[in-house]
């Protein structure tokens, strides 16, 4: 930082609509005296849910495409979690099951 001081760097992402709420909220409860703007964009992929059949149990999987290509497919956590305190096993074997 300036003069060899240390800093502390904060980004915060929101909407346009909350900008200036939000900038008088940092520069109120900081020692900043200036702000930076950068509008950023985001793609996503299309989403799903399914569910699949473990021989532990039904677990929600999340599955991510591109075009008609599936990217990735990962099972719900909070699912496994689950799963895995009721039928008294470790979780990385329940996650194991689906090549996690």
């Not at 001081?5 to 200036?34: F, H, M, Q, W, Y």
């Not at 990217?71 to 996650?95: F, T």
């Amino acid at each position: 930082m300036k003069k060899g001081r240390p800093g502390i760097k904060l980004s915060v992402l929101c909407n346009e609509d909350k900008k200036e709420a939000l900038c008088e909220i940092i520069l109120k409860e900081t020692t900043s005296i200036g702000l930076r703007f950068y509008k950023a964009q985001r793609k996503i992929l299309q989403r799903e849910i399914a569910s699949r059949d473990t021989k532990y149990g039904r677990v929600r999987v999340k599955k991510s495409r591109l075009g008609d290509t599936i990217q990735k497919a990962l099972p719900e956590y909070e699912d496994c979690r689950k799963i895995a305190e009721k039928s008294n096993v470790p979780l990385w074997e329940l996650l194991r099951t689906f090549g996690s």
